[in-house]
């Protein structure tokens, strides 16, 4: 967690400080940043922020305060039941999975003699690389209706299109948020606190039980609201499967009825779904900021598995092969099919370079204003800079449909000119990701002492400068990982780009969906490989570098 | 008969070319308040935690109360020996508030509310029941901690390093004050440190610790000038 730094501002007294316009500041202005406020570059770009997130957004509600009573009755009675019943349901089935699996595989890894876990460490986090309706296609060439054992056997072995199947495959590829939180703080977790519940007479089965596993809440906790929040938003999965939730049906009440005014108020239901998982997650939170106490460090003690040993190890193994062995290995194997075929030709290139055309830019614009955004947090704090904050962080939370939609509303009506253009994505793309650049950027800069901005300023650098000159040389590392975080993020982007897209703009993730909704499976195959290379690449730059 | 009765141990961490410790004997009377002082490195925290049993010794024999809990095929996991354990960082529970840290693992009933009752008075932190250990202070934290060993009356209490995370001022209050608690619930204490105004402060007796042997100090009134020196 963040700690906001207090300053001190004795260097120089507040009323000699220049500000906006170069006047001297209010008194009451210099009081809500207790004596320290920014210069006016870092205010703009935060105001230029915080307008990209709260537009479309406030847009998506208006609209649906102007749908007009009639409309919201019919939907009410109609659609929404389904579908809140639908995502409800599969929202609490896969996040209770993912958390079984995700702390069982947590603590197999970290705690326990199991064989092979330094490998096994790394498959485990693998399915963040792949996106969940790249996995479901890969699912879908084997298991479903018309797959592959569908051929050898005669007949589909299971009901795949069925909430099951859905669930399952949700689990499968969202667990690893769960599992790395779990395992990062299994790791932190000081060896002292199972020692004292030992020397308090505890068994260890009863130490896991009693001190382990509530030390561990918050990191579980975490986890599982990212799960929580990826059920909502997802769009790719759920459609290729079929299953109607909200954000499918969002989907199909913009571009199969083209009613705007209804898909803004299931929108509005949506995002005051993801509301209430995010009040779930601060209400949880506050308070309960397990401080680890300071102290010697000692590596934790695992635990012999004796008898257990095969069967965990069989268990580890099912999940890797399911989440990761069998989609990349469908994948080649499909891709190869394709390269056959003659798949592997211009159009693929062009596919590509539209997905970095949008995923490039974004990236750039990403760091370029996670940057001061982030110093403005950090070394000006204040009721503003933390709200700017917050409602920049929120933007994780919102599935790209509503997203989309927003910036359809603002676009079409204050920014004709770049409508339709590759612009609108991008647009999008940041409100999305731009929270995970400014994590990044945050991240470098708490480990870069205030002392450096004053020592700066000391030697007559101007404030605007300080952040230019000194700070972001130190902080570039992080600053182009988040970039590398968000290229990626944007690359697999799939229901903002499917809406927002020119005619003609396809990139890879628009590609695979269209060509999976319509059954051409070995030609989906080849441009899903090249996303999930071109998404590791990134990947393990960054795991590299850290 | 020794309460505690360390014989010839040597232990190696896997990984590490030189033992932690080697031959090492030491024997603690029922009662007594013994510091083991040395420079870190030389293996007294191993000790420590070998008596405690977090760690299995390759060789030599330790006893409690004339029974012996690790050594000739035999080891008694930590849970079942009775000993009382201070950690350098106390490691207190952090989502429990003082009552249930200290009555961690105790069984449930009046009995247990009472003495708790009592080692929260003894260490004067009447009041503090429902606090959670991040709104303690660091002295605060200590006395949890120390009410925490005490209050399940154990053979031995094991103190690793107690002071090292106070300040100057705090750290000669709570010399007092442990010596104080110790004295009057009577127990046997064996305290690791290396500070020598810790444990002339604390202890009954001293023990010196170089690497590889122990020398056996007199009673702590005849010594204490001769260390002071």
Same mark, same amino acid.
């Given at each position: ?17 220049? *500000? ?87 603590? +197999? ?90 020397? *308090? ?76 998982? @995010? ?35 069989? &268990? ?26 003659? &798949?592997?030709?211009?159009? @693929? ?59 359809? &509303? ?36 708490? +480990? ?38 968000? &290229? ?44 999930? +290379?071109?998404?590791?690449?990134? @990947? ?7 | ?24 004997? =030491? ?8 510091? =083991? #002082? ?6 007294? %925290?191993?000790? =420590?935690? =070998? ?16 029974? %012996? ?62 606090? #959670? ?47 104080? #608690? ?31 042997? %122990?020398?056996?100090?007199?009673? #702590? ?9």
């Amino acid at each position: 967690m963040a700690i906001p730094i207090h300053r001190q501002t004795s260097a120089s007294p507040p009323s000699t400080r220049r *500000c906006l316009l170069g006047q001297t500041p209010s008194r009451r202005w210099l009081g809500v940043w207790r004596g320290n406020p920014p210069s006016w570059d870092l205010l703009l770009a935060a105001l230029l922020a915080v307008i990209l997130f709260t537009a479309p957004i406030g847009y998506v509600f208006l609209r649906a305060l102007q749908a007009g009573l009639d409309r919201w009755q019919v939907l009410l009675r109609t659609r929404v039941p389904v579908l809140l019943g639908n995502t409800l349901i599969l929202m609490g089935t896969v996040t209770a999975g993912a958390i079984v699996i995700g702390v069982t595989c947590a603590f +197999l890894i970290e705690r326990t003699d199991l064989p092979g876990r330094r490998v096994l460490q790394t498959l485990l986090a693998m399915p963040l690389i792949i996106p969940p309706y790249v996995g479901a296609l890969t699912a879908i060439i084997v298991l479903g209706p018309t797959g592959l054992l569908r051929d050898l056997l005669g007949r589909a072995p299971i009901r795949l299109y069925s909430f099951g199947g859905v669930a399952a495959l949700l689990i499968l590829f969202t667990y690893p948020y769960i599992y790395l939180m779990t395992a990062a703080a299994l790791r932190r977790l000081n060896r002292s606190f199972e020692e004292a519940a030992r020397s *308090c007479g505890l068994s260890y089965h009863r130490v896991v039980m009693r001190v382990i596993l509530p030390m561990l809440r918050p990191a579980i906790g975490a986890g599982a609201v990212l799960v929580a929040l990826y059920v909502l938003s997802d769009f790719g999965l759920v459609s290729l499967m079929r299953y109607d939730t909200f954000t499918r049906a969002i989907y199909f009440q913009m571009t199969g009825r083209f009613d705007r005014s209804g898909a803004a108020v299931l929108s509005t239901l949506l995002i005051t779904l993801t509301l209430g998982v @995010l009040w779930f997650e601060v209400k949880t939170r506050t308070g309960k900021g397990y401080a680890q106490t300071v102290g010697t460090y000692r590596p934790p003690q695992r635990v012999p598995l004796g008898k257990l040993k095969l069967p965990a190890l069989g &268990f580890v193994l099912l999940i890797v092969l399911c989440s990761v062995i069998l989609p990349i290995g469908v994948l080649l194997y499909w891709g190869a099919q394709g390269v056959a075929r003659g &798949f592997l030709n211009a159009d @693929l290139v062009r596919y590509l370079t539209n997905s970095l055309r949008i995923a490039a830019p974004t990236a750039v614009v990403a760091m370029a204003l996670a940057v001061p955004v982030a110093y403005l947090r950090s070394r000006h704090p204040s009721s503003i800079s933390r709200g700017v904050d917050r409602i920049i962080s929120a933007g994780y939370a919102l599935p790209g449909v509503i997203v989309a939609l927003g910036v359809i &509303f603002i676009f079409n009506r204050y920014l004709p000119a770049l409508y339709a253009t590759p612009g609108m994505i991008v647009a999008a793309c940041l409100m999305r990701f731009l929270p995970q650049s400014l994590r990044s950027a945050d991240a470098s800069l708490e +480990l870069v002492a205030p002392r450096l901005d004053e020592a700066a300023r000391g030697m007559g650098v101007r404030a605007g400068l300080v952040l230019w000159k000194v700070i972001l040389p130190i902080i570039l590392p992080g600053v182009l990982a988040g970039g590398a975080l968000v &290229f990626v993020s944007t690359m697999k982007e799939l229901p903002a780009t499917l809406l927002l897209r020119p005619a003609g703009l396809d990139t890879l993730a628009v590609r695979i969906w269209m060509e999976a909704h319509e059954g051409f499976y070995a030609a989906a195959a080849l441009p899903a490989l090249l996303l999930v +290379l071109s998404s590791a690449l990134p @990947l393990s730059w960054m795991i590299r570098r850290y | 008969m020794d309460l505690i009765h360390v014989e010839k141990v040597s232990k190696t961490y896997p990984g590490c070319a030189s033992p932690a410790l080697e031959n090492m004997s =030491l024997a603690v009377e029922e009662g007594e308040i013994v510091a =083991l #002082l040395g420079a870190s490195g030389c293996g007294k %925290t191993t000790l =420590l935690r =070998l008596i405690a049993g977090f760690e299995r010794p390759d060789q030599g024999e330790i006893a409690l109360q004339g029974r %012996t809990v690790a050594g000739d095929g035999i080891f008694v996991p930590p849970e079942r020996r009775g000993v009382g354990m201070v950690f350098q960082d106390y490691a207190l529970f952090p989502h429990l508030n003082v009552y249930r840290n200290i009555a961690f693992g105790l069984p449930r009933g009046r009995k247990t509310e009472a003495a708790v009752a009592d080692m929260i008075a003894m260490v004067g932190l009447q009041g503090f029941e429902r606090r #959670l250990p991040a709104e303690l202070s660091g002295g605060q934290q200590q006395r949890v901690a120390l009410a925490r060993a005490l209050v399940r009356d154990p053979v031995v209490v094991l103190l690793d390093e107690p002071f090292s995370n106070l300040d100057t001022e705090l750290r000669g209050h709570m010399r007092q004050e442990v010596r104080r #608690l110790l004295r009057n619930t009577q127990a046997t204490a064996l305290l690791v440190t290396h500070d020598r105004e810790d444990a002339l402060r604390v202890a009954d007796r001293l023990v010196l610790m170089d690497r590889d042997r %122990t020398d056996q100090m007199p009673e #702590l009134c005849c010594i204490k000038e001769t260390v002071i020196d």
